[in-house]
């Protein structure tokens, strides 16, 4: 013959939670205000994606009317332009506005 099992006695457990949540004031951030800002609206830069086949002097003479002015846009992307003669397909470009 078995003997049922025993239940567990839980009577004399107690438990009691105390939370910070109520002592801590809550942050007040009524004066805090934020902006963004681009330099692209400011100056009017633009960008141009590089098609095939495309040069800076191509890319000038769209965007200022003169494939001279190509020079203005390769200083604007010296920190992806090593060469003026080697843009790629894809390589997204600064416009910098008109002087």
Do not use: C
Request: proline fraction near 5%; charged fraction near 25%.
């Amino acid at each position: 013959m078995t003997t049922p099992d025993k239940k567990a006695d839980f009577s004399g457990v107690s438990a009691n939670v105390d939370t910070t949540a109520e002592k801590v004031e809550k942050a007040d951030f009524s004066g805090v205000t934020a902006s963004v800002d681009t330099t692209a609206e400011k100056v009017g830069e633009q960008t141009y994606t590089v098609a095939k086949g495309d040069t800076l002097s191509h890319i000038a003479k769209q965007f200022y009317g003169s494939a001279n002015k190509w020079n203005a846009i390769f200083e604007a992307n010296r920190d992806q332009l090593d060469d003026p003669d080697r843009i790629q397909p894809g390589q997204v470009l600064k416009i910098p506005p008109q002087d």
